[in-house]
């Protein structure tokens, strides 16, 4: 499965960004979905995560509130809303897919737990 992530840009603090993930090659059924970020000079961090069905999902405490994740298997394709960003929320997003863990219902934070990721997309909030 290869993963494209886009929808990144530049935006004011207070201002909403939806970034997409679609899957080609491979779908996104039965696959945990997760989105992480990598600011300049920094290690990659965990944003949020939702699991195969959706039913659960799990945010880092910087986005919680702020960030949702969705999903639609039958298009193959994930998406971050994030609104309310700061300039904090500046950084490279990618997102991650996996089937380590079939039927899991427990959101995954690690990056060493997603097997495939797409190449990022540039979120860049000015203040």
């Known amino acids: 499965v290869q993963l494209q992530a886009s929808g990144g840009g530049l935006v004011q603090a207070g201002g909403s960004l939806r970034l997409s993930c679609a899957a080609s090659g491979g779908t996104l059924s039965r696959k945990a979905l997760g989105w992480f970020r990598q600011a300049l000079g920094t290690e990659r961090e965990f944003v949020g995560a939702?699991?195969?069905?959706?039913?659960?999902?799990y945010f880092a405490d910087a986005v919680k509130g702020r960030f949702t994740i969705s999903r639609d298997n039958a298009e193959g394709t994930a998406y971050l809303q994030m609104n309310s960003l700061k300039p904090e929320d500046t950084a490279v997003y990618y997102c991650?897919?996996?089937?380590?863990?079939?039927?899991?219902?427990?959101?995954?934070?690690?990056?060493?737990?997603?097997?495939?990721w797409g190449q990022g997309t540039l979120v860049t909030v000015s203040s």
């Open positions: 939702i699991v195969w069905n959706g039913v659960t999902e």
């Open positions: 991650a897919a996996s089937d380590m863990f079939p039927g899991s219902q427990v959101p995954e934070t690690s990056p060493i737990a997603y097997d495939y």
